[in-house]
């Protein structure tokens, strides 16, 4: 593992832990299973029942400091989902959500940013 990756880990944690979602024992047991199997410590969390996955989308969301797509109150406009190919959204699992006229700069909502 990188040093990138484990700074990446442990602010991963912190937050969990800050927020109030995950014991330091179950990050611990988690870091350990991680450890032993691979895979990313927020999937081991979710799998041993620890947090759920919103619960990790917000404590994602927090150390990344992006903000959450809540697909039940943000629809993307049809205008924008014709502008995307539907190939390239479906192969990097992104959704459009905005565009700033301005700058052409286009805001994507994204399953593993």
């Known amino acids: 593992m990188l040093l990138k990756d484990k700074v990446c880990v ?3 944690a ?5 927020i ?16 032993g199997l691979g895979g990313r410590l927020g ?3 979710v799998y041993a029942g620890h947090v759920t996955e919103a ?9 990344f400091q992006v903000p959450v797509y809540d697909p039940a109150t ?3 406009s049809r205008e924008l989902l014709e502008r995307l ?18 700058s052409g700069a286009l805001s994507l909502a994204a399953v593993d940013p």
Do not use: C, M, N
Request: positive net charge; hydrophobic residues 40%.
């Open 10 to 12: 442990i602010a991963g």
């Open 14 to 18: 912190a937050s969990l832990r800050s």
């Open 20 to 35: 109030g979602y995950a014991t330091a024992e179950q990050v611990t047991e988690a870091l350990r299973k991680q450890q």
């Open 43 to 45: 999937t081991h969390l």
């Open 55 to 63: 619960q990790l989308g917000k404590a994602l969301a927090v150390q």
């Open 74 to 76: 943000q629809k993307p």
């Open 85 to 102: 190919p539907e190939g390239f959204a479906r192969r990097h699992l992104v959704l459009p959500l905005a565009l700033d006229d301005e």
